[in-house]
């Protein structure tokens, strides 16, 4: 099952590579570097908006990974085009990387009937497929936006940070294929990984979507303008995917 | 409406609580607001209310027999129903809810058969349709008093349960501030039981020469008092969204309306309310037109909060589409309810004839 592993091999690239002299030295050490107190991973995300340059690399990538049937997102880069007063040109382009925020406080777990969504001990908010019945309460009560109904299993469907890739010790699909280098997977529990570097150095500018919802989010923003925080007050999506049904 | 943020690319989300949910709450509304015009007559025996009360039994059957149906075709899974009673969990409304709709139902049959017996044994005495099933199912025909009372309060639990889960269920969804409010189980159950009376007073109207006039304006009456509850709540959650008192209705309240749609729903529906109100009020005798408009407004209030309400996304900008789809997903799903709600009251009706029921002190 979930033995701690070594960090490197569920941290981003980079951190992978800048840390391997270290890691070598600690594992010939300790075979199994205590992570933390516990010893468990809360497995988290932090999106740097700053580095995301709105190429839809991860909403593909997650397609393929996780065989999401088309019309249908786990994850999406929702992009704005915003007027702009302080520049020579009209307008820019903000682009919010979104996915499920695998929520410390998740609303979507107590509402199933049938405690088929449930949060990991890892933190990681996942949908039993055997036990779900396809209500829909859960798609309701996720304040995000994040779930949807999978026309081809009939069951409750979200990101799962790639559950089956971390607990073989790789990345979320996303993660690997950023281009832009914006999503960084790591443990929270893990002080010297990169996740939880990154978000220290930048704990004043740390944001969540919709902290008043009071869910917990554990995916975490740099650069967030506030006008994306909750919901977009703006003109409404001028391109939308394809319906499949109606 | 923010015109400087032009939102370019998002995900559209599809509603999931489908046309079905719709009829459901619906139906099951309709069923329990009916179950309790069934009292002063039944259980009370408030004069001049026997035969609005029998009538009113055969809506709450016919609209409760029905309307799990719906539940049901709403799962995306409906063959795991089973999974509600195999994992029950005590932190879910809809989970609790599974198990209020049997004992509802159940009080609810064991009411009706042993208040509907000594009409089926007359029915077989006389020769009428079916007799020899209207005779099996009379069992003898007898009146239990203690017995009928004993099933009218195990049905009033299940439904005061029912009404409260349905309600709670949608209120608590506080990612949707339209639906997370108290006045939605009130206003859920108002309009549930003026659409009982509306069912109700439609049946009065079936009966030969129109229902006894005498038990239309009693029905009226009910149903003025519905209308001027519903107001006084509607305008209420106004008061609450423009003055900014509750953060939730003034979010709920600019989420919608800068939506013609929501405008165009919200003017018919007060439009609709009133007018109820007013002939119910001075034309008592209109048994049909308040009737009917008070099953419009039951059903209309329930497709605006629910299909309207979905229609809201949660984080983007403006709203999502809705069109209604032709398949089982869609209209076929209202038309299905429908029809078996159809073929229930024919059932039903064929056993027991409206004017069987609606004779006063039958
Ligand atoms: S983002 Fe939505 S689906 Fe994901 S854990 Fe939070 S509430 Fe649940
Ligand atoms: S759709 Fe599935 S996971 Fe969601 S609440 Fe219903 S049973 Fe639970």
Redesign the interface.
């Known amino acids: 099952m979930m033995y701690p592993k070594p960090p490197a091999l569920s941290e981003s690239r980079r951190a992978f590579l800048r840390g391997i002299p270290v890691l070598t030295a600690a594992a010939a050490i300790a075979p199994a570097p205590a992570l933390a107190a516990d010893g468990k991973h809360h497995w988290a995300m932090l999106v740097d908006t700053r580095k995301c340059i709105g190429c839809q690399a991860c909403t593909v990538s997650c397609i393929q990974e996780n065989a999401v049937p088309e019309g249908s997102f786990r994850t999406v880069v929702s992009t704005y085009s915003v007027k702009l007063t302080d520049a020579d040109q009209p307008a820019g382009t903000y682009m919010l990387p979104r996915l499920c925020n695998h929520c410390d406080a998740p609303p979507c777990v107590p509402v199933c009937p049938v405690g088929a969504t449930f949060k990991r001990e890892d933190g990681i908010v996942v949908v039993d497929g055997d036990r779900c019945v396809g209500c829909a309460y859960c798609v309701q009560a996720c304040p995000y936006d994040a779930r949807f109904i999978n026309h081809e299993t009939n069951k409750a469907d979200k990101c799962t940070f790639c559950a089956h890739r971390v607990d073989a010790g790789l990345l979320p699909a996303c993660v690997e294929t950023c281009v832009g280098g914006a999503r960084i997977f790591g443990d929270l529990n893990d002080p010297d990984g990169e996740l939880r570097r990154r978000l220290d150095a930048a704990k004043a500018e740390v944001k969540v979507l919709k902290p008043e919802q009071g869910t917990e989010p554990r995916v975490f923003y740099i650069g967030l303008d506030e006008r994306f925080q909750g919901k977009v007050e703006g003109q409404g999506t001028l391109w939308q995917p394809r319906k499949r049904h109606g | 409406?923010?015109?400087?943020?032009?939102?370019?690319?998002?995900?559209?989300?599809?509603i999931?609580?489908l046309p079905w949910a719709v009829q459901y709450f619906f139906l099951i509304g309709l069923s329990y607001g009916a179950f309790l015009v069934s009292l002063p007559g039944l259980v009370f025996r408030r004069a001049g209310w026997e035969g609005i009360s029998r009538l009113a039994l055969l809506a709450a059957l016919v609209c409760g027999l029905t309307a799990p149906v719906a539940l049901l075709a709403?799962?995306?899974?409906p063959a795991?129903?089973w999974?509600?009673y195999?994992?029950f969990?005590p932190?879910?409304?809809?989970?609790w809810?599974?198990f209020f709709i049997p004992v509802y139902l159940t009080g609810l049959i064991l009411y009706a058969w042993l208040a509907y017996r000594p009409l089926l044994a007359r029915h077989a005495d006389e020769g009428g349709r079916l007799a020899g099933l209207a005779r099996r199912i009379a069992y003898g025909g007898h009146e239990s008093r203690n017995a009928l009372v004993a099933a009218a309060l195990l049905a009033f639990v299940g439904a005061a349960l029912v009404a409260l889960y349905t309600g709670v269920?949608v209120m608590?969804?506080?990612?949707?501030p339209l639906?997370h409010t108290p006045l939605l189980p009130v206003q859920f159950f108002v309009t549930a039981l003026a659409g009982g009376l509306g069912l109700t007073l439609l049946f009065n109207r079936g009966l030969p020469g129109g229902g006894e006039p005498g038990a239309t304006r009693r029905m009226a009456t009910a149903l003025a008092a519905t209308q001027f509850v519903a107001l006084v709540v509607g305008g209420l959650w106004l008061a609450l969204g423009l003055s900014g008192v509750s953060p939730t209705h003034a979010q709920a309240l600019a989420?919608v309306a800068p939506s013609a749609n929501w405008q165009v729903s919200a003017v018919w529906a007060v439009a609709a309310t009133v007018v109820t109100l007013l002939l119910a009020w001075k034309r008592p005798a209109s048994g049909l037109l308040i009737g009917l408009l008070a099953l419009h407004s039951a059903w209309m209030m329930r497709w605006t909060i629910f299909i309207g309400g979905?229609e809201v996304?949660?984080?983007?900008?403006?709203?999502y589409s809705y069109?209604l789809?032709l398949?089982p997903?869609?209209l076929m799903g209202i038309v299905g309810t429908v029809g078996l709600w159809i073929f229930l009251f024919v059932v039903l009706t064929t056993l027991l004839p409206l004017d069987r029921l609606g004779k006063a002190g039958a």
């Open positions: 409406m923010n015109a400087d943020i032009v939102e370019t690319v998002n995900v559209a989300r599809e999931a609580w709403d799962l995306h899974q795991r129903f999974h509600f195999a994992y969990t932190t879910s409304w809809m989970s809810g599974a269920e608590l969804v506080r990612a949707r639906w989420e979905q996304p949660k984080t983007g900008a403006g709203y069109q789809p398949g997903e869609g």
